[in-house]
């Protein structure tokens, strides 16, 4: 069984510039979620999506955004890139709302911001 | 009050010790307490996992102590291994929600 796939890897960006990073949850699996890991700020929720709608949000800036289509993958933009978006994005899936019921991440998108 | 608070931030430990790793938290309404371990490169994977009505939970190697009134709870390691070397992280959750509250992880080294 795939697990959580999260596109590209390694992202390297300009100051100012807009990001998408990808994840395809586990097939069977309707939750997806969106982290962002820095060691100044350890792993922050960014927002949560399930059946294409958004169910929570974290405290990040308007710049932060996301979507989840009909199939469970989900996209995360962020715009106007700043230095400190320099972090791993990781997102997670659980087949429902939920994190004690098959709550797993993926190996996360490498973000440096230059 | 949605913090989790993590200590150690580093342990040493040597091979088959009991390293012991403690959580605290704030909410009240938080009912499930897992811990992840990650690896360099890797995504943070679930280890063990505990609700509220449980005080303690073992799987393998992995205990894990939950002390309800004084909202704290603590990871266990027994017989560490080498390959136990990772940075671990506690967490918590409310209700049917996937957002999770992480602590500030406690990075484990474990020599032979």
């Known amino acids: 069984k795939a697990g959580v796939t999260q596109t590209p890897r390694y992202l390297i960006k300009t100051r100012g510039q807009q990001v998408t990073l990808s994840c395809s949850p586990i097939s069977g699996h309707r939750s997806v979620s969106w982290y962002q890991q820095t060691p100044g700020q350890g792993l922050q929720f960014l927002f949560e999506y399930f059946s294409e709608t958004q169910r929570n949000k974290g405290n990040f800036p308007g710049r932060f955004s996301g979507r989840q289509f009909s199939n469970s993958r989900s996209e995360m933009n962020v715009s106007t890139l700043e230095l400190g978006d320099s972090a791993l994005y990781l997102c997670?899936?659980?087949?429902?709302?939920?994190?004690?019921?098959?709550?797993?991440f993926g190996s996360g998108t490498r973000l440096t911001v230059v | 009050q949605q913090q989790v608070k993590q200590s150690p931030q580093s342990l040493i430990v040597q091979k088959g010790g009991i390293p012991i790793i403690n959580c605290a938290y704030e909410n009240t309404a938080f009912d499930y307490f897992p811990w992840y371990q990650q690896f360099p490169g890797k995504g943070p994977a679930l280890l063990i996992a505990i609700r509220p009505d449980v005080s303690e939970k073992k799987e393998g190697r992995f205990t894990i102590s939950f002390n309800k009134s004084a909202k704290q709870f603590s990871l266990h390691i027994m017989d560490s291994q080498p390959g136990d070397s990772a940075t671990y992280f506690c967490?918590?959750?409310?209700?049917?929600?996937?957002?999770?509250?992480f602590g500030t992880g406690t990075r484990l080294q474990v020599f032979p």
């Open positions: 967490a918590a959750s409310i209700g049917n929600t996937d957002k999770l509250i």
């Open positions: 997670a899936s659980s087949p429902t709302l939920g994190t004690g019921y098959g709550y797993t």
